[in-house]
């Protein structure tokens, strides 16, 4: 059984900065890529970041590229994301997923396992 856990969610205004956290226990850590989701009421759930198994490479998607940070320590079995310059569009549940690829991948449905998710709040 892999458990993620997220944390760091909550309300905050335009530009300011939020950090998401996710613990996972179940699995060798460093034996899975992990991402970060998001989904907003009515859409799709949309690829944020991505990082390697080994904190080397990361990936982002265009709307929060130089904005987002992802980040991981292995030795916490934790994997991060670094929200800043926050927009109102960026409000969403955040999904934390991991998989066993090892590349990680921008596509939901190929992730093993999930988070229960946490809402990030963007006031104008």
């Known amino acids: 059984q892999v458990l993620l856990v997220e944390s760091g969610g909550g309300l905050v205004q335009a530009g300011g900065s939020l950090r998401l956290s996710c613990a996972v226990s179940?699995?060798?850590?460093?034996?899975?890529?992990m991402a970060w989701f998001r989904q907003a009421p009515g859409k799709e759930r949309d690829f944020v970041a991505a990082?390697?198994?080994?904190?080397?490479?990361?990936y982002y998607a265009a709307s929060v590229k130089d904005r987002f940070t992802i980040s991981r320590d292995n030795a916490k079995n934790t994997v991060y994301l670094q929200m800043n310059s926050l927009k109102p569009e960026d409000t969403a549940v955040y999904y934390c997923?991991?998989?066993?690829?090892?590349?990680?991948?921008?596509?939901?449905?190929?992730?093993?396992?999930w988070g229960q998710g946490t809402q990030v709040t963007v006031s104008s």
């Open positions: 997923a991991a998989d066993t690829a090892v590349i990680p991948t921008t596509e939901p449905g190929r992730y093993d396992y």
């Open positions: 179940g699995r060798t850590f460093s034996s899975v890529a």
């Open positions: 990082i390697s198994r080994s904190g080397v490479s990361t």
